[in-house]
């Protein structure tokens, strides 16, 4: 077989793979299209089977979750979006592996903001595995798990993005990109959104049960809707990044079909 011919095959692999990587990047919104109606969907079913369950009260996410039948939607199409979470932070991995290695070349410093770009990944794709362990293991087949499944959900996923931003702020220090192709503003507004939004749940968390009684139900629902909200944020985050994610692949098709 000629060089030439390797060469083109070497292409034409390349090119396939940049392919799917473009496809692939739909993955980054679904965690957004697919999570945030399941879990709405989800507490629709609970009020359908137990509407008990909402008088004078307000079902947390994890409570609607943990029983038949909501619990079996919730396992099934958690794990539709913990693939996707999965997918998404593992085209962030090549992504980013291929900037690094191009500013690296260049001669910028990259070892820091590869660490970060490390703990980031490793702790978003640790997120995404204990959403799927929070669905699988609910508050009546297995409390404990569930409980310490979803601290450490919230926790990594809190962590991961809070990285991920920490290593784009500091890439954009080193390298001089065009304004706005990181799509750094949806993702501070996101982060933003987290960052208050976890605390005032953690806030109403540790306080809700000081209420006086003839408050209990509206504090209730203050604290399951902050609930909704930091879920929701989280869900949205990988969404922040589909355009700056597709962009990357189509010009890396480009490039390998001009090579």
Known sequence: ???????EMQQATQSARVSWGERLSWCLPLVFVIGVPSVLITRLIFLHYFPDHFVND????SETASRWPSDIFFEWTMAL????????????????????FHFAR?????????ILFALASALGIAAG????LVAI??????????MYGSWAFYISQALAITIDILFVLWLRRLVDEPSGRDGIVSRVLV????????????????TKGLAAPDHKYAIQLV???????????????????????????????GASGQE
């Open 58 to 61: 307000s079902p947390t996410i």
């Open 137 to 146: 293991f609910n508050l009546h087949d297995g409390h404990d798990v569930h």
């Open 81 to 100: 979006v913990t693939l996707f979470i999965i997918v998404s932070w593992s085209l962030n991995i090549v992504r980013n592996r291929r900037r690094l």
């Open 106 to 114: 260049a001669g910028v410093p990259v070892k820091g903001p590869a």
């Open 1 to 7: 077989m000629s060089d030439t011919r390797v060469i």
């Open 129 to 132: 595995l204990f959403l799927m």
């Open 223 to 253: 604290y399951v809707g902050s609930e909704y909200f930091v879920a929701t944020m989280f869900l949205a985050y990988p969404m922040t990044a589909f355009a700056e994610m597709r962009r990357h692949f189509r010009e890396l098709a």
């Open 191 to 206: 982060a933003a959104g987290i960052f208050l939004g976890s605390w005032f749940f953690l806030y109403m968390y540790e």
